[in-house]
């Protein structure tokens, strides 16, 4: 299995002059530090791979010791095609990937483990109220997501940026992102690869764990008083 973190952005909306990623925390960890330590206490780190684009240069000072892929494009693609540019370099391995701005308790790792050892393609989800924002899920009568994007109607939770794609699936996934608009997020990959494909995608309920993605400096305070 690798695992590919998507940190090609350039996060303008937290208004850094540097990577999101990069963000300091108030228990002296950056978003990513603190992410590479969870990863690294359950996989080795020859298997984590970044994808970079804006200031990559400012991420690869800080985590020398990770693989990296560069999207040429950041400036003007959105996560669809930096998550394509991971599937096209490991056509046949298991994927894990997650957002470059998730924090998240390790134990959430712990959770998804039974799912990656059985090879089952899955999405991080919570059942929290949503907001207009967040990528929003619904699913079908088997427990399957049915739906997946910043655009459900009666959602019953949100996506939460750790996802999972089987080497049975990545096929059809990468596909589905080839099929995927410049600006779109790679959710539209999956909900393509849903829809079209009848790939089975397993919600995997992470609520009892803190795991969120810092858009807005109100989610980074948010965050901040949860590490606290």
């Given amino acids: ?8 952005g350039i996060g303008s909306r937290l208004g850094n002059p540097f990577p999101k990623p990069l963000t300091p925390l108030e228990d002296g ?4 530090q603190r992410q590479i ?3 690294t206490s359950f996989f080795h ?16 000072e800080n985590f020398p010791d990770v693989g ?8 003007r693609t959105n996560t669809a095609k930096s998550l394509l540019k991971g599937l096209k370099k490991f056509p046949n391995e298991d994927i894990l990937w997650l957002n470059g701005d998730v924090v998240f308790d390790k134990n959430v790792l712990k959770k998804i483990s039974p799912n990656i050892q059985k090879s089952q393609s899955f999405c991080c989800v919570n059942n929290s109220s949503v907001g207009k924002e967040e990528v929003k899920y619904q699913t079908n009568e088997k427990g399957y997501i049915k739906e997946i994007s910043k655009s459900v109607e009666n959602a019953i939770g949100e996506a939460v940026g750790i996802n999972f794609i089987s080497k049975n699936d990545s096929k059809i996934f990468k596909n589905n992102l080839i099929k995927c608009k410049d600006n779109d997020y790679f959710e ?11 790939v089975k995608i397993k919600p995997v309920n ?3 764990f803190m795991c ?8 980074l305070k948010k965050v901040n008083e949860l590490l606290n």
């Fill in 212 to 219: 969120m993605e810092v858009d807005f400096k109100s989610d």
């Fill in 29 to 32: 960890k950056s978003i990513m």
């Fill in 45 to 60: 780190i020859d298997d984590i791979f970044i994808v970079v684009g804006f200031k990559k240069d400012m991420i690869m």
């Fill in 206 to 208: 992470i609520s009892e």
């Fill in 68 to 75: 990296y892929i560069y999207n040429e494009k950041f400036d």
């Fill in 188 to 198: 539209k990959g999956l909900e393509f690869s849903i829809v079209n494909d009848n």
């Fill in 1 to 8: 299995m690798k695992i590919i973190i998507l940190a090609a």
């Fill in 37 to 39: 330590d969870n990863l």
